[in-house]
């Protein structure tokens, strides 16, 4: 929070097509790229796109739910058929109830995936018709799952690892906000663009309102996407930091928003990557140490991802005189 | 329908790439934004994509075909089967003709679904070829059910719901005419843009044509669309609505067309909507009221997706003096 | 083919980035919109995009490869199980060689589809390890048809349809080049644009050679391609055809190259669709009449696709006289 | 390697967005258009783009795998089965230890595929369940198969063939750089458009860094890339390699950086190509030779892929001058 003289420091018209209002509260983008809004009103059910929600899901949970399905589907029928009546299946071991059960769960099993080994088969109308559908409804299920699968895999996706934090940095003379991001996959990605924006909440006569700007980068595209990228937003005049102190970035509401937007070669698709970062995560006065270097043969680079987040100390000199 | 005299009130000259002629009738973008054309000549066959109208069936409707084509399959074959004779085949159980088509259908059932029990099984030489061939057709049948699933659950969707009407709204001192609408599912927009016309009905020495106006909107372009949107058009000198009364928005008839296109970060792909409003749908002196607020912990923002069509009454001075 | 003097009539320069060089010969773009090119040298299976090909096949022979594929693999495996010896298969008649090959048949039919009713099973290692494979190779042969259907239904393509003929019709006291086009299936498509160029062949000091000009068209845009859409280049100074008479246009090698492309909202993708017109497809003095009208309720407009190569004649007096 | 006195000759300021550095070393682009950049840090699995890998993979090893992971599952299977004891499944032939192990094998096989003859059948609980899983895993198995085979096979690819070499030739009375490409396959590709740059390696004060530079070419866009294209750079004073004699292009560390980017219509997408040439690929005083000429009925254009290096001795006059 910061009060009205503060105010005098930003010169820069903010944006209005940040697509966030004055008026909504917390982080605007959550560090995983999603907005950070909650809706309400019409059903849950019109209000979730399934079909994103199973591609959000881990490889796991997406396992188990499938593991899942698979078994109450199968105790389902299997429930079934025991009601029609174990006579109406051949083969099954009637010594007692329990294994009648567990005999028509594996029928309900075999047919489901359609393998139908036949020691268990279906005899007469109903117990058939029944069998007619599971088998009907195992083949459409593992259509859907194949479906499922494809679009998880092939989805396509950015697979890159920002910065966790920003820094501020010494850089010609003034001092630059900085955060850098690298590929961490086999994909090769080209033709990459970054927009950066931030979100300043400001007290206007005692009412708080986030305003918008566009921050400027030293480059804002790049024709391949193999090694880190820097990205460079310099201070000056035009910047709505200009003349911001450590303590400003510490005590004001800061949300930097920034999108990366790449074509990658493989899904031929252009992918996009979300990320922001909030005052807590932005460093005064340090500069990132450099994270590739020729490899020992020379023949090639070597990129280093752990080192991401490597940074090391920085004096700002210009801008602290300014304040001082 | 308006007289010579109202034509002088539009001065801004009407665009010609609207794709729509003036002698075409009726609503010109139904509400669900497909465009309001019968097409007539070529067999209907060639007139339908088959791939767009299953993509376009209701799940409902989608999975009934599904069941319907199941059964008529399988009945098909059975009383082929059933032709050749049921002696061809082994376990049938022949106590009478209707228990015996009934085997034979749900061995076409089995055959066709490769579930294969084999309790009833093909002998001889027809009856083996036709459940060759049927257990193929049923294979190619699946592949094709599991593209259908595919192309539906995939198809990249905006997942957008438009205010059911528009409203001319007291702004900046003059008039604007607004709509708005929200993402209404867990998907994420980003880069949207809006294009918006108007098609206003107008007569020449007695004959009625459609003139087509590009309408300026205040943003044109945001970067998440996460919370609703409201679309703004001023209307100023340079709008094809300067200077129309309350009465000239009734007894004119007139079609907003409104086109939404954004990136879904899910299915890394363009999406579009599109929608229009006529001038039943436009309400004269009315402004919306807000749908988003801050949580009450203020860590996030919630969207109440049922009062996109809440509005309020909201007079129009300006306006109304000109027309005085 | 015509001489040094016509060539003066020619005032644009021309364009270089057709793609097509001065010593190639024949028509450039098929009818269908493939460039006429034969491609030599490196051997034919690199030189074929196999699953370009399976998707350019119409359905009925792409079934009918499918089908014939099926019965071959089964006679290859037929034919290994008979080598195994029948005797390692269980339920084969054995009456004569013929009907052991049939049951053979059947079962490797039986493997393949994964139908297995098991009436004939394998016994012993050889021949089920035969079969073993025979069903790993019969799901993957399936998936790759899954995959072939859904890459032949979901390819987005435009279901454009051009009028056969263009046109020399009077035009705004001079005379302009017009076809026609309109979508003929049931799928809706926005933002269409047209590129139009033409080959012409000159003789340069006895020398035959091709020159390739962009010819404007009046509207190179439209929002939404749902009637037909009339392309009109005006042939006045800045166009090629500038003064050409109708012996000109009927003794001259003229190619006129359409590209048409817009966004189909069911694919969520970029449609393209090419043709050509050459001399003789090019009718002097004639102009399309109106494909569409409005509905007799008045509530849509309809579109008749088999108008679309209607025209009448139609004087171009001002050309004439200049030719005079 | 080359001195300051040598740095002179370049005048044209270097660009930044290569997205390459100064201290990386070796070739930047392999020949097949992947960057020449070595990973490290992270885990491996989460380096590896396992989706990337799949479609990366040759044909003959990608079936490879499909089948090792089928006898491997089978293995592992048919281990288990036996554990749980023979006397669980029904038809084993018990003879001895082998043939007990070979048939559960197969039983493993039949159930993964859902084939079921049901010669061999599970009895009793576990047996019954671990065949149950089997079968579920099996499908799901062949899910991802058939995901992966329409991943392998739809991905857009541009199918373009790049000269191996790339030529200096006499142009315009000067020398241009020149290399060549056509489409190989039976693709159609429209809109295609060249992106040329370079990194040129000087030792400034005793220390050698790269330089970047985009290098103008005399055609960047074409519309229908069904011939070879042939791209040129016109060495003049904006290029970096201005007064380059042949031996400054042998003794640099030149790499000229390409992309190609074009539209397929049967995929309806955009397809990237890209390949580089490094000093010892560039042959100083040469120019390419034909390689389509006319079909003998002069009914087509033939292109010959198998002369695409074809390039035959051309002296540099004017350049030579100059550094005489």
């Known amino acids: 929070m910061m009060g009205k003289g503060f105010r005098q420091k930003i010169r820069q018209k903010n944006t209005e097509n940040s697509g966030f209002g004055n008026n909504s509260s917390g982080r605007f983008i959550n560090k995983d790229g999603l907005p950070n809004v909650q809706r309400r009103g019409v059903n849950v059910f019109n209000r979730l796109s399934w079909y994103h929600t199973m591609l959000n899901l881990s490889s796991f949970r997406f396992i188990s739910y499938l593991v899942a399905a698979y078994i109450l589907i199968n105790l389902g029928f299997a429930f079934i058929y ?5 006579e109406h299946l051949t083969g099954i071991d009637k010594s007692d109830p329990l294994n009648e059960f567990v005999d028509v769960f594996f029928f309900s099993s075999q047919t489901f995936t359609t393998v139908g080994y036949g020691r268990i088969a279906p005899v007469g109308f109903t117990a058939s018709l029944v069998a007619t559908f599971e088998a009907f409804l195992g ?10 699968f494809y679009g998880r895999f092939s989805r396509p996706r950015a697979y890159l690892r920002f910065s966790d934090i920003s820094v501020i940095a010494p850089f010609q003379g003034t001092a630059a906000l900085m955060f850098r991001l690298a590929p961490y996959k ?4 080209t033709d990459a663009d970054v927009i950066v924006s931030t979100a300043i909440e400001v007290i206007e006569n005692g009412v708080s309102k986030n305003n918008f700007y566009r921050l400027d980068t030293q480059l804002s595209k790049i024709n391949t996407l193999a090694l880190n990228w820097t990205v460079v937003h310099l201070i000056n005049e035009s ?4 003349s911001f102190s450590e303590e400003d970035f510490k005590n004001t509401n800061i949300e930097i928003i920034v999108q990366i937007r790449a074509f990658d ?13 909030r005052s807590n995560e932005i460093i ?7 994270m590739y270097y020729p490899s ?14 490597e940074y090391q100390k920085a004096d700002i000199p210009v801008l602290t005189e300014i304040q001082s």
């Open 82 to 86: 025991y009601l029609i009546g174990v």
């Open 139 to 148: 083949l459409l299920t593992f259509a859907i799952a194949t479906g499922l």
């Open 186 to 189: 086999n994909n090769a990605l």
């Open 239 to 242: 910047s709505p930091f200009y």
């Open 265 to 277: 070669e493989v899904f031929s698709n252009t992918v996009v990557q979300r990320t922001s970062y």
């Open 284 to 290: 005064y006065g340090a500069k990132f140490t450099p």
């Open 296 to 309: 020992r043969d020379n023949l090639t680079t070597v990129l280093n991802l752990d080192k991401i987040n």
